[in-house]
C-alpha cells in the first residue's frame, strides 16, 4: 500500500519553471515505478513522464522531452519533476502515481495521488 502527496504547483509565467514533489508513505517505495501524469480540462490524462525503481530508466512525453526532467529519492521516499521552459499548454493538475511494473499507459499504476495545479501564464 502507498499513500502519495503532492506539492510545489502553482502559477508561473511561460519560460518560467517549477518544480513538483510527491511524497510517499510505506516501506516499499523503492520497488515502485514512479510516474506523473497531467489532466487539462475537457482532456484525458496524459503521460508525462515514469521513471524505475532504481532511477536508471527515465521517459518522457514527447511534448515535455528536454523540459522535464524526473528524479526519486528512494531513502526519502519522494520522487521530483523539475519543469522548465513552461508553456500555457502545460496548465493542467499533476499527479503522481505508482505501479509495480509501470510505463506510460495510466491504467498501469494502482496507486494515485490527489494532484496538483500547474498554471502557466502567456
Do not use: H
Request: proline share 2%; aromatic share 12%.
Amino acid at each position: 500500500q502507498v499513500q502519495l502527496v503532492e506539492s510545489g504547483g502553482g502559477l508561473v509565467q511561460a519560460g518560467g519553471s517549477l518544480r513538483l514533489s510527491c511524497a510517499a508513505s510505506g516501506r516499499t517505495f523503492g520497488s515502485y515505478v514512479m510516474g506523473w501524469f497531467r489532466q487539462a480540462p475537457g482532456k484525458e490524462r496524459e503521460f508525462v513522464a515514469y521513471i524505475s525503481w532504481s532511477g536508471g530508466i527515465t521517459r518522457y512525453a514527447d511534448s515535455v522531452k528536454g523540459r522535464f526532467t524526473i528524479s526519486r529519492n528512494n531513502a526519502a521516499n519522494t520522487v521530483s519533476l523539475q519543469m522548465n521552459s513552461l508553456k500555457p499548454e502545460d496548465t493542467a493538475v499533476y499527479y503522481c502515481a505508482a505501479a509495480g511494473a509501470g510505463g506510460s499507459n495510466p491504467n498501469q499504476y494502482g496507486y494515485w495521488g490527489q494532484g496538483t495545479q500547474v498554471t502557466v501564464s502567456s
